[in-house]
Nanobody, 125 residues
Framework: QVQLVESGGGLVQAGGSLRLSCSAS????????MGWFRQAPGKEREFVAG????????YYIDSVKGRFTISRDNAKNTVYLQMNSLKPEDTAVYSC??????????????????WGQGTQVTVSS
C-alpha cells in the first residue's frame, strides 16, 4: 500500500505560480512512476504530467508544456508540480497518483494503482 497526500493548492491570480507537493508513505517510493491529474467541474479527469522512478523521464500534456514542471525527491518520498503562468483554465482539483510500472509514464488513469485525495487549484482572471 502507498498513501499519497497532496498539498500546496490554493487561490492565485492569472499569471501567478503554485507548487504542489505529493508526499508518499508506505512502500518504497522509488518503485513507482508518478503522475499528476486534474479534474475541473463538469469535465473528465485529465492527465497533466508524469515522471518515471528516477526522474530521468518526464511527460507533459501540450497545454502545460513550458509552464509546469514535474520533479521528484526520492529521499523525501515526494513528487512536485511547479505551476507557473497559471491560467483560469488550469482551475481544477489536482491529484497525484502512483503506478507500479515504474520505468515508463502512462497517461491512463486506470493504469495507476494509488491516488491521493486531491488539492484544489483556483486561478482567477
Amino acid at each position: 500500500q502507498v498513501q499519497l497526500v497532496e498539498s500546496g493548492g490554493g487561490l492565485v491570480q492569472a499569471g501567478g505560480s503554485l507548487r504542489l507537493s505529493c508526499s508518499a508513505s508506505g512502500r518504497t517510493f522509488v518503485g513507482y512512476a508518478m503522475g499528476w491529474f486534474r479534474q475541473a467541474p463538469g469535465k473528465e479527469r485529465e492527465f497533466v504530467a508524469g515522471i518515471n522512478w528516477s526522474g530521468s523521464r518526464k511527460y507533459y500534456i501540450d497545454s502545460v508544456k513550458g509552464r509546469f514542471t514535474i520533479s521528484r525527491d526520492n529521499a523525501k518520498n515526494t513528487v512536485y508540480l511547479q505551476m507557473n503562468s497559471l491560467k483560469p483554465e488550469d482551475t481544477a482539483v489536482y491529484s497525484c497518483a502512483a503506478s507500479r510500472n515504474y520505468a515508463t509514464i502512462t497517461t491512463r488513469g486506470n493504469e495507476y494503482d494509488y491516488w491521493g485525495q486531491g488539492t484544489q487549484v483556483t486561478v482567477s482572471s
